[in-house]
């Protein structure tokens, strides 16, 4: 906007100082598109003030019983916020399930799992110090001792197959009810 | 208008205690203005009066919010809040131009002034009629900017609290929309006094 509008809507509306509205009307004189233009800005605000005051289709009075109804209280995001949001939750989403899935490295090897006991002992032992008695120091079934593996892959496959829900993929799939819920959060809001 | 109204201040305090009938006794007094207002924003009754219906509701419930001063300030902050979010709703659909057809309020139903004769009359509803649609094509901040200053006569400092910006914001605002709608109106010198027309 240059600040010749913002003289012609100064000078009309009678903002400007004196010594500004003497410049302008100065100016006014040797320039008469600049004469035209305002001529035409206090045509328009004259016509824009004989608009007329409408008479309402109806009244709005509110009905005696809205005090006593419950205010929802409604969020007043704007919809890209809802939309911004399911697109997070469902990078998010895509995130823990790639993690949970596809990466190998994410998730412990079988052939690693049975080097699982050897760092085991590290925790009866400091339990045992700390506050087992001796006497009561007898090897229980996780504190094998290191030499000896563990004699059936049981205990380390047992989460493939009965615990099938684990906690990423909790996450993910919250997060995809997450993403949907804003999607059409975000679908049905105005703007 | 709120002419009629005695004590504003003792309707607003018994509104503020949830008194239903004060309040509508103050919907009553500025329903005609707020119409008129979302009106000339919005371009079309219907929306127009679901955006003054939406801000009467949303005035009681947030009254208690209400600090004094100008109540009618306040009231127009909560209808142009309206009027904005009822604008983003529209921005889905197809826009207006310039062309679009008379709503219930046309303006070709006013009737001239006795100091003019009809055809001078029949010249400004057509200009006015211009000046009404032109301004529906205006940038919302614009147009509401427009709106109040021009059409409803309310001040720099009135719109810059109802609009909630700056002085320099309004200034601003309203200057490229009265350059807009002007230049619009230059362009057709038809619709221009005579002066004009050279």
Not at chain 2, 170 to 175: D, T
Request: charged residues 25%; neutral net charge; glycine residues 4%.
């Amino acid at each position: 906007m240059s600040s010749e509008e913002e003289l012609i809507s100064a000078y009309v509306d009678g903002q400007l100082s004196a010594a500004e509205q003497a410049a302008f009307e100065a100016r006014l004189a040797r320039d008469p598109e600049l004469r035209r233009r305002v001529l035409a800005t206090r045509l328009l605000i004259r016509e824009a003030r004989q608009l007329p005051m409408l008479t309402p289709p109806r009244n709005f009075i509110l009905p005696s019983d809205v005090a006593r109804r419950p205010v929802v209280a409604r969020p007043r995001f704007p919809r890209w916020a809802y939309q911004l949001g399911a697109l997070a939750a469902t990078v998010l989403c895509v995130v823990l399930i790639v993690w949970d899935f596809g990466l190998p490295s994410a998730r412990p090897a079988p052939a690693a799992q049975p080097a699982q006991p050897a760092a085991q002992p590290m925790l009866p032992e400091a339990l045992s110090q700390e506050r087992v008695a001796p006497a009561d120091a007898e090897p229980r079934a996780f504190a094998l001792p290191e030499s000896a593996p563990s004699p059936t892959p049981a205990t380390p496959s047992s989460p493939d197959v009965n615990g099938w829900v684990t906690l990423p993929r909790a996450l993910a799939f919250a997060l995809l009810i997450l993403a949907i819920a804003l999607a059409v959060m975000g679908w049905g809001k105005r703007g | 208008m709120n002419g009629a109204i005695e004590d504003e201040a003792a309707l607003i305090r018994a509104a503020q205690r949830g008194d239903v009938a004060s309040f509508n006794q103050l919907v009553l007094a500025y329903q005609g203005q707020v119409y008129t207002i979302a009106y000339r924003i919005l371009g079309d009754a219907a929306a127009a009066a679901d955006a003054t219906q939406e801000a009467f509701l949303s005035a009681f419930t947030h009254l208690k919010d209400y600090r004094g001063g100008s109540f009618k300030s306040w009231l127009l902050r909560t209808v142009t809040n309206a009027c904005l979010d009822a604008l983003r709703y529209q921005k889905r659909r197809p826009s207006q131009s310039l062309e679009a057809e008379d709503d219930e309020h046309s303006l070709a139903d006013v009737l001239p002034s006795e100091e003019e004769g009809p055809e001078r009359a029949a010249e400004r509803r057509e200009l006015r009629c211009f000046i009404e649609r032109a301004a529906l094509t205006l940038p919302p901040d614009q147009r509401i900017t427009f709106v109040l200053s021009d059409v409803h006569g309310l001040s720099y400092q009135e719109i810059a609290q109802v609009m909630n910006v700056s002085l320099g914001t309004v200034k601003s605002r309203l200057s490229r929309a009265r350059a807009k709608l002007r230049d619009a109106l230059l362009a057709h010198p038809e619709l221009l006094p005579d002066e004009f027309r050279q």
